[in-house]
């Protein structure tokens, strides 16, 4: 299909509309994660790094779709594994998953630890030596993003309907428009992560869920099982469910205290 003919089809822009909804949806752990960094560092610096993060995102996502191949590729086995208890295989993305989960088990458990035990302070005290370590932080974790999302466009983009040139356009797009809209709402969303505390245990809980289901995402693609049973996915819709769910019973708990306190002072 050529350039200019791609967008003549329905099924072209449904196939934007739905991958861009899906590209919003698969970055709300990289809102979350980005939101819950950028609070390290000085205010007049938080949009700059939220705004950095997510168009390093976007630059992978691009890259990884021009090299899309070269992503297909890592799905070969590289290293066999076998034991009388345990087999499988790793993979180049198996790896890169896997790395990516145990660093977002690390840092959501760290911060986790950091706002129980009382010492937030001290660490908000070195925040503006922080700042590139947050944008380090945020492109580690988006080559992870990364490569979920570009493996979810790829599945859900027909090559053989729209043709190479024209699956690329719409993935692209998609991209492009999901990260602005990404862009758009950080700052609020950021706001109202970080000035509500409970939403940020709720988030960092959430980016420890997500770190979990990586682990398990990279244990699938190499095939592993353990005493005859292959390790298999979670659902991201279940996670995703539980998440919009937790915020809603959250946004009502706070509506009611809100509620209460009014009516105490009156």
């Not at 509309?17 to 590209?23: K, M």
Request: charged share 15%; aromatic share 12%; net charge neutral.
């Amino acid at each position: 299909m050529d350039f200019l003919e791609v967008f003549s089809s329905a099924n072209a822009w449904f196939a934007l509309l739905t991958l861009t909804f899906l590209e919003i949806v698969l970055g709300i752990d990289n809102i979350v994660f980005i939101s819950i960094v950028s609070n390290r560092i000085d205010p007049k610096d938080q949009r700059k790094v939220r705004n950095t993060g997510l168009f390093l995102a976007m630059i992978f996502r691009i890259a990884l779709l021009f090299g899309i191949q070269w992503v297909v590729g890592l799905n070969r086995p590289l290293i066999n594994l076998e034991w009388s208890w345990f087999h499988g295989y790793i993979t180049g993305q198996s790896i890169i998953i896997f790395l990516g989960g145990l660093f977002l088990l690390y840092k959501s458990v760290s911060e986790i630890h950091h706002k129980i035990e009382g010492d937030e302070e001290v660490h908000l005290s070195t925040k503006k030596t922080s700042l590139w370590g947050s944008v380090l932080q945020i492109a580690l974790l988006n080559i992870v993003f990364s490569f979920d999302s570009i493996l979810t466009a790829v599945g859900l983009v027909s090559f053989k309907e729209f043709g190479n040139t024209g699956a690329l356009v719409i993935m692209i797009l998609a991209v492009i428009i999901s990260i602005a809209i990404m862009m758009l709402f950080s700052g609020p969303v950021s706001r109202f992560v970080n000035g509500h505390p409970t939403i940020q245990i709720l988030g960092l809980s959430f980016l420890i869920l997500i770190g979990v289901m990586l682990l398990a995402e990279a244990s699938h693609m190499g095939h592993f099982s353990l005493f005859g049973q292959e390790v298999g996915t979670i659902p991201k819709g279940y996670l995703y469910f539980a998440i919009f769910f937790s915020l809603m019973v959250e946004f009502f708990n706070t509506k009611m205290k809100k509620n209460t306190s009014l009516s105490k002072k009156q």
